[in-house]
């Protein structure tokens, strides 16, 4: 694998005067605003109702308020049509024009807390997100759209088909034809991406500089302390995960797919409690994501996806919080699902004082909580389901891997939250310890629950990117990642029997 260096932008967003800023250009591009034509420079501001074209041999990059990011290719016109980002009142609106040509799009903070309010849109097709990377090629008999990274929902405004993309796909918008979604290879996005590759570092380096930007070059294996200290990280992988921007960082295109060294995700785990008997969710799913995504799925019949609203600038506050849920793409309960009446959440205590009162631990890495949605069916009768969430900044897979090379050793012990047929439980009567044996990728622990109720001991193996682990006595599993600064704390999810009672709920532990 080669190595990759990071350019880190350390001034702060709120310098910001308007919408947008240009930070790397190549070749000529110019501005249509209020009937004037203006000609584009590296540090030029752009406006709402703005209209950006590029001419031949051009690529320009443009940096959002919410950090968005929008690449475009030669030959192309872009338009802001409407751009809000206001977090002190949790105002956000990003409706993005792809009038035509190609444009590569790395979704920011308004993907992330507020994804039902960015949009991208050309003549043919309507594009909604969810912390995505999007490459779209729009000319004039259709769109050409590829999902790079997370997930997006688009409506053809030709067909009126509603088509999802998940990462690797990509489908061709056009009149009169069925949109088929297929995979792509690195020959079919390279034919595309040519002229919307990220600039080379000489060329960023150089741009931002003149824009009068203080560059720091850190290598990518080294940890981000704080996600909040930088503006962008100007490479081929972007925070979450590694891209496909230029496949020739890579050995392999999978390489680049799977590569999440550099990463600072807020890893999310999340619990709907299911309910034996239940018409609904006979038993309870385990589901990890990203940011707070909440992704639910029991067969083909059976679809709940929710984000928690705000949960980023909420996890920044730490402390009791609660906030709304909102829907990601297609909900499918058959029958029972009509309308959502209410979708909620709410963090919950995740330690004890030394009176053994349930108080935050606002010295962690991770936060968690529960979740509740009541809806109604088709004969108005009301349903309501529960469950658990648990969210944090995932130790990069660089520093585990350190850990492994090292094969160090630590113990964790910590609490957990969920629920049984014999009731609730949380840190009041819930420990769970591990001791973790890095070198040999192994571990152990003990889960001891709602006051000894079920008291059992683990065993797992690890990797670079998390964990899993199943019950010495009895059935069933769970799932876990790595949280902060050197592997500081471990948090996840389970669903554990003792032969008699099921006991699903999140977990959280810190190194001792």
Not at 417 to 438: P, R, Y
Request: net charge negative; with cysteine; aromatic share 10%.
């Amino acid at each position: 694998m080669k190595k990759i260096v990071l350019l880190l932008l350390t001034f702060n967003l709120l310098l910001f005067a308007n919408v947008a800023k240009i930070v790397a250009m190549n070749g000529e591009a110019t501005v249509l605003r209020d009937n004037n034509t203006i000609t584009l420079t590296v540090g030029n501001e752009l406006l709402k109702d703005d209209v950006i074209q590029t001419k031949n041999n051009t690529k320009i990059q443009i940096i959002f308020k919410d950090e968005t990011i929008v690449t475009i290719g030669k030959n192309s016109e872009f338009k802001i049509n409407d751009y809000i980002f206001d977090e002190a009142n949790q105002q956000y609106s990003a409706n993005l024009g792809l009038v035509q040509g190609t444009f590569r799009t790395i979704t920011g903070k308004i993907g992330k807390v507020a994804p039902e309010k960015f949009k991208l849109n050309s003549k043919s097709s309507s594009i909604g997100i969810r912390g995505t990377q999007i490459l779209s090629n729009v000319q004039i008999q259709g769109d050409t759209i590829f999902c790079t990274e997370g997930e997006i929902e688009i409506v053809s405004l030709l067909t009126g088909e509603t088509i999802t993309l998940q990462a690797g796909q990509f489908v061709q918008i056009r009149e009169g034809e069925p949109a088929v979604v297929q995979e792509f290879d690195a020959q079919t996005i390279n034919t595309t991406d040519t002229n919307t590759k990220f600039l080379n570092d000489e060329e960023k380096e150089e741009a931002l500089e003149n824009f009068g930007v203080t560059i720091n070059q850190v290598d990518f294996l080294q940890p981000i302390e704080n996600e909040e200290d930088f503006f962008i990280e100007i490479v081929n992988i972007n925070k979450l995960h590694a891209t496909l921007n230029d496949t020739s960082t890579y050995d392999k295109i999978e390489d680049a797919k799977q590569d999440n060294s550099s990463s600072t995700t807020m890893k999310t785990y999340s619990v709907l409690m299911g309910e034996s008997g239940s018409d609904i969710f006979s038993s309870s799913i385990l589901n990890s994501g990203t940011n707070g995504e909440m992704l639910f799925e029991s067969g083909t019949s059976r679809r709940l996806n929710f984000q928690l609203d705000n949960i980023l600038s909420n996890y920044s506050n730490d402390g009791s919080y609660s906030g709304t849920l909102s829907t990601i793409g297609t909900q499918n309960l058959g029958n029972f699902l009509d309308s959502f009446i209410s979708k909620e959440y709410s963090s919950v205590e995740d330690s004890k004082d030394g009176q053994m009162n349930l108080v935050f631990d606002t010295n962690d890495d991770i936060q968690w909580g529960n979740w509740n949605v009541s809806f109604t069916d088709i004969n108005y009768e009301e349903h309501s389901l529960e469950g658990y969430w648990l969210i944090g900044n995932q130790t990069a897979a660089s520093e585990v891997q350190k850990l492994i090379s090292e094969e160090a050793t630590a113990e964790y012990s910590g609490y957990a939250l969920g629920k049984s047929s014999m009731g609730t439980f949380d840190a009041s009567d819930s420990s769970v310890t591990f001791d973790i044996n890095f070198g040999a990728q192994s571990l152990t622990g003990n889960f001891n629950l709602a006051n000894g109720s079920y008291d059992e001991d683990v065993s797992g193996t690890l990797t670079s990117s998390g964990f899993t682990f199943t019950p010495d006595a009895g059935s069933g599993s769970g799932n876990g990642s790595f949280y902060g600064s050197n592997a500081n704390s471990v948090g996840g999810n389970f669903n554990l029997n003792d032969g008699n009672y099921t006991y699903s709920g999140v977990f959280k532990a810190k190194k001792q």
